[in-house]
């Protein structure tokens, strides 16, 4: 009953923001608007109020992902496989994360980035620290953060448009970004080295 109780505010919340944007939704908006009483909704998303729904969500999405990651060894995990797991469930899910990635609601992407598959990257991210003697300038949980960025930028810029582009469409060009470093994005065509 829980689960169906969090999905019906969930919806409640899509739909309020659908109609009237993020800037004023409020728990008594949803409790009215849903039938569930605002303690209800409270207990439902540990105390934490639309800030709680909306990190619900984002949780929820985040475990799809990585359960369907792990079904794979993430050391043989093909770039394009990855992508295509990711993708896949952000559509899925492509009003809830348009939620995420669009509103000024009290949802912070620098402590929730898209956090994926974090065992596997950390230990990829400190050996790189040590082949490349990067420390003491960067650390693995560093570079780390900055690759959950990169992700979360790609995707957010997808998903944020009124009207994404379908997933094959964004699987291309993400492609591109992730196989070309800064500095070709930047100045290959300048001669800039």
């Avoid at 008594?28 to 990190?55: K, L, P």
């Avoid at 992902?65 to 993708?87: A, H, K, T, Y």
Wanted: charged share 20%; net charge negative; glycine share 2%.
């Amino acid at each position: 009953m829980a689960k169906d109780t969090k999905q019906i505010i969930i919806q409640t919340l899509l739909k309020i923001a659908a109609e009237n944007g993020t800037q004023n939704i409020t728990v008594e908006e949803i409790s009215r608007r849903s039938g569930i009483t605002r303690n209800t909704i409270q207990s439902n998303f540990s105390n934490q109020g639309v800030a709680g729904i909306i990190d619900y969500i984002n949780i929820t999405i985040i475990q799809e992902i990585n359960e369907q990651i792990f079904r794979f060894n993430p050391n043989e995990l093909p770039i394009e496989i990855f992508i295509d797991i990711v993708i896949t469930v952000l559509w899925r899910h492509r009003d809830e994360a348009h939620l995420i990635y669009t509103t000024p609601l009290p949802f912070l992407p620098a402590d929730h980035t898209v956090e994926l598959s974090i065992d596997w990257l950390h230990e990829r991210y400190e050996k790189l620290v040590k082949e490349h003697h990067l420390a003491p300038y960067f650390s693995a949980e560093e570079l780390l953060r900055f690759y959950n960025i990169f992700l979360y930028a790609c995707f957010s810029l997808w998903l944020s448009a009124k009207t994404p582009v379908p997933p094959e469409v964004f699987k291309e060009k993400f492609l591109y970004l992730m196989k070309t470093s800064m500095k070709d994005l930047i100045y290959s065509d300048i001669g800039l080295n």
